[in-house]
């Protein structure tokens, strides 16, 4: 059993920068692969970035260069960079944890736990 909390959302303006960060529970934190994914309203949930156990990261091209997925396995943490914000970034960001032992996952599906999330709101 994994337990995220997401922090670090808030509203800024294009161009602007944030950095989410996803604390998670349990000892067993290493162990699974950790996703970023978002969800506009009226949208479905779509991949955003993901890190594998070993902090290989995987982007989606839409935030591909513009955003870093880092993790830090002694503080169970996963963390996303997010520069040179878009308005079209404006969404539910949600951190999620995969068990599964391929290449990281890009559909929420193939995840099994979940935060709550955090609002991102990008004006331009």
């Known amino acids: 059993q994994v337990q995220l909390a997401e922090s670090g959302g808030g509203l800024v303006q294009a161009g602007d920068s944030l950095r989410l960060s996803c604390a998670a529970s349990?000892?067993?934190?290493?162990?699974?692969?950790m996703g970023w994914f978002r969800q506009a309203p009226g949208k479905e949930r779509e991949f955003v970035a993901a890190i594998s156990r070993n902090s290989n990261p995987y982007y989606a091209d839409s935030v591909k260069a513009r955003f870093t997925i880092s993790r830090d396995n002694a503080k169970n943490s996963v963390y996303l960079e997010m520069n040179s914000l878009k308005p079209e970034d404006t969404a539910a960001y949600y951190c999620?944890?995969?068990?599964?032992?391929?290449?990281?996952?890009?559909?929420?599906?193939?995840?099994?736990?979940w935060g709550q999330g955090t609002q991102v709101a990008v004006s331009s």
């Open positions: 999620a944890a995969s068990g599964v032992l391929d290449v990281p996952p890009t559909s929420p599906g193939r995840y099994q736990y």
């Open positions: 349990g000892r067993t934190f290493s162990r699974y692969i």
